[in-house]
């Protein structure tokens, strides 16, 4: 079976979500015999063209250039590469770019979408913008074959919007277990005194709403924030939450790094509430952090009781002012672990995916 996997930038993961699913499952796939090739933009920093024993295309992609538009015009070229390839299967990860050429896609191949969240949903986007996201659901809802849900909500939803049944197949991670104190010295941090935030910096990952309970609980632990702050909205984080108990670490993509970081934080503190199931939700929880998420059906389908939840920077003071039983504690990791080897495993997910590819 050829199995081709666009809508990234490419692999390895230096990205976020899907470049992350992107990564694990065609690895995956390509070591238990499938012909798996994976598009990479032009600006990806790897240039080789095979990751393990994984195919890598590198397409032309002039963001940098041109900014959002380019990422148009490399969605194309993928496309328009792989009408001459005869891929049994096309797994397109997300929409927002490649929905709109949806008509190019080779008519002999099975395209599988997974449909990420509702991006039109996100607050950095303007009233345009929304719309025309909303119309490539649409159009990605239509055209494709199969479509995939990571969460329930998103398979709920979009059998109410659209009328059209979806697998729901999440995210997954593997059990981070062997703890180093020593990997926390670069960063002058001690163990179990500080809380970590692993976010992209936009408004629904509700990152401000953190930072104002943290300042309101007047602790004295450190907030420990990785993601880039080169965005507007990180810009303005940066400048307004100035504290020197407040850290801004920028983008960190090596998961051995992201997993002391994880593994050795007081509160894993997880704000997304626009999407499906966070990698970096699971992550958290194969990291054996314990974590305070964001109230939503997302985040509480996968944390069930096994997590505090906020929704306002006072529950998020009082989450840290308060004393966490160490049972409490105890018991939320253990049952976190747990959903991560029996359900979130990538064992599992590449099972799923396998089993959607051979129906199709």
Not at 134 to 154: P, Q, R, T
Not at 205 to 221: D, F, Q, R, V
Not at 289 to 303: K, P, S, V
Not at 315 to 339: G, H, M, Y
């Amino acid at each position: 079976m050829k199995i081709a996997i666009i809508g990234t930038r490419g692999i390895p993961n230096n990205y976020g979500g899907f470049e992350q699913l992107a990564e694990y499952l065609s690895v995956i796939l390509s070591n238990d015999g499938y012909d798996v090739t994976v598009y990479n933009s032009s600006l990806h920093p790897y240039q080789e063209t095979k990751f393990h024993n994984v195919k890598i295309v590198h397409c032309t992609d002039p963001e940098n250039k041109l900014g959002t538009a380019g990422q148009f015009i490399y969605d194309l070229n993928c496309i328009l590469h792989c009408r001459k390839q005869q891929y049994d299967i096309i797994l397109q990860l997300g929409y927002t770019s490649s929905s709109v050429w949806s008509f190019l896609f080779p008519k002999k191949s099975k395209i599988i979408t997974n449909m990420d969240g509702l991006e039109w949903k996100r607050s950095k986007y303007g009233t345009f913008t929304k719309l025309f996201l909303k119309k490539a659901e649409k159009w990605a809802s239509k055209y494709s074959d199969v479509l995939v849900a990571d969460s329930k909500g998103i398979q709920n939803y979009l059998k109410h919007e659209y009328k059209k049944e979806s697998i729901y197949i999440p995210y997954g991670a593997t059990v981070f277990n062997k703890p180093d104190k020593s990997a926390l010295t670069k960063f002058n941090l001690e163990p179990f005194s500080y809380y970590l935030i692993i976010a992209r910096m936009e408004p629904e990952n509700n990152i401000e709403t953190i930072l104002k309970g943290y300042l309101e609980s007047k602790t004295n632990n450190s907030l420990v924030i990785i993601g880039s702050t080169k965005t507007p909205f990180g810009q303005y984080l940066k400048k307004t939450y100035t504290n020197p108990f407040i850290i801004f670490l920028e983008s960190i993509y090596d998961m051995d790094v992201l997993n002391h970081l994880r593994y050795y934080s007081n509160i894993y503190f997880h704000g997304h509430s626009v999407g499906g199931t966070n990698p970096s939700l699971l992550e958290a929880m194969a990291s054996s952090a314990f974590i305070c998420a964001h109230r939503n059906e997302f985040n509480e389908y996968i944390l069930e009781n096994d997590a505090f939840y906020f929704s306002t920077p006072k529950e998020v003071r009082d989450v840290i002012q308060q004393s966490i039983p160490t049972e409490k504690r105890d018991v939320a990791l253990k049952n976190n672990l747990a959903k991560i080897k029996n359900v979130y495993s990538w064992k599992n997910i590449s099972s799923a995916y396998v089993k959607v590819f051979e129906r199709a």
